[in-house]
């Protein structure tokens, strides 16, 4: 069997590390490539599509549209630039397509209607599923079909996210396409979109190397990164912590006011993982902006130097973090209902705090600082990752579902490699 992967890149983010290591594992088992936009790693079966000038070209066009839209917040993808990606995929001829986070201008739905091959889309974030946001802040307009949208500032009904939702209806309909949710939170919201609701949708956590990740000494740790033996950390981390108020840095920093009262605060801090741009914040603890983290290693001495990990985003699909960080042993603060609510289980591997009760939040953190036995909860983090989220249980679960999807039939794969190209006259404004 020959499986070929779709990502905008093959490493730097949690999506982008999440297919990689989903493709390293299956490459155990079956050939396993990657097709990506951009090529970070050396790995001769990860294929780079098309030059570093092309892909500047096609996030450029990603931003035009949105000119129109002045009051536009958060992330949103347009898939604006007609692209020939499928011709690529095709001539690879893959017995299945997985694609992964496809934004940046690498790949349209028409693209998606053109592959020959059975699709799997593993949904790592809910951007397949909307006129294209990547997660809805509370909005329920994907359950019909978008307009009027609250991330582009738009009162119109007939705007942008209207007709990329309307896109995708035709690249969908009738496709072999079956998606992958990586929680029970995001199948639940692709059961409820307009655009999914008629493709089968289906639940594979991530996993990850738990040799790579995996309990080590605080202190020695401490010591390799040069941290005070003497602290106590609360590591946060995201590829954008500051200004992707999705991820909860706003409730975090005022739960922290209240840690701030704490007897022993002077030994408290707070460690920040990701890029951060602008001017840094005033913070009520000392505060250490470690930047972008790309090497595997390094963040493994994080998780095991700090106490806890603070996870307080308000949607997750998943929650990688939290998993590499019990998985390290090193407890998790999250929030109810999210994806990441799916890995942690209140009081066994940490605390779910309520969303948006701040004082909550805080008690989340001291639940854990506080613990009067911080190894069963080490432990029990440690076991449960050992269990759930293994390569070899994710491998296996997606082996079962491509081998179910192997007999398409041709006829069906050729009438869409020779379908005419009809690009929607919309999607160029």
Request: proline content about 6%; overall charge neutral.
């Amino acid at each position: 069997m020959q499986v070929l992967h779709l990502n905008t890149s093959d490493g730097g983010g949690g999506a982008a590390r999440g297919a990689y290591w989903l493709h390293q594992a299956l490459s155990q088992r079956i050939t396993s490539r990657m097709l990506v936009q951009d090529k970070v790693t050396t790995d001769d079966q990860v294929i780079h599509y098309g030059t570093t000038l092309m892909a500047r070209v096609a996030r450029r066009a990603e931003r035009l549209p949105l000119r129109s839209y002045p009051q536009a917040q958060g992330l949103f993808s347009t898939a604006t630039l007609p692209r020939l990606v499928h011709r690529r995929v095709n001539a690879l001829r893959p017995d299945v397509v997985n694609l992964h986070w496809i934004n940046e201008g690498f790949v349209t739905p028409e693209n998606v209607r053109r592959i020959a091959a059975p699709v799997v889309w593993t949904l790592r974030d809910v951007w397949p599923m909307t006129g294209g946001c990547h997660y809805t802040r509370s909005c329920e307009r994907f359950t019909a079909s978008c307009g009027r949208c609250p991330a582009l500032g738009s009162d119109r009904e007939n705007d942008l996210s209207r007709r990329l939702w309307h896109r995708k209806e035709r690249a969908f309909k009738g496709l072999n396409l079956t998606f992958v949710a990586l929680s029970e939170w995001i199948a639940r919201e692709a059961r409820r979109s307009t655009l999914l609701r008629e493709h089968e949708t289906l639940v594979i956590p991530n996993a990850l190397d738990v040799e790579r990740f995996k309990p080590q000494s605080r202190v020695e740790a401490r010591v390799a990164l040069g941290l005070d033996p003497e602290r106590r950390s609360i590591l946060f981390s995201a590829m954008n912590p500051l200004e992707d108020h999705r991820k909860g840095f706003p409730q975090l920093r005022e739960a922290l006011e209240i840690l701030a009262r704490r007897p022993d605060a002077d030994r408290l801090e707070l460690l920040v993982g990701g890029p951060v741009y602008g001017d840094l914040p005033e913070m009520p603890i000392p505060t250490r902006f470690l930047g972008m983290i790309n090497d595997d290693r390094t963040m493994g001495q994080l998780y095991a130097a700090s106490e806890v990990t603070a996870m307080p985003s308000l949607e997750e699909a998943f929650g990688k973090v939290a998993m590499e960080s019990m998985a390290c042993g090193t407890p998790v603060v999250c929030l109810r209902g999210t994806g990441t609510a799916e890995i942690v289980t209140h009081l066994e591997h940490g605390y779910q705090a309520v969303p948006l009760d701040i004082a909550d939040l805080a008690a989340g953190l001291e639940y854990v600082l506080d613990s009067p036995d911080p190894e069963r909860l080490a432990t029990q983090s440690r076991a449960h990752v050992m269990k759930t989220y293994t390569f070899d249980q994710q491998a296996q679960a997606y082996l079962d579902l491509y081998q179910r999807l192997l007999p398409a039939t041709r006829s069906d794969r050729a009438a869409r490699h020779d379908a005419p190209f009809n690009y929607d006259q919309d999607a160029r404004e």
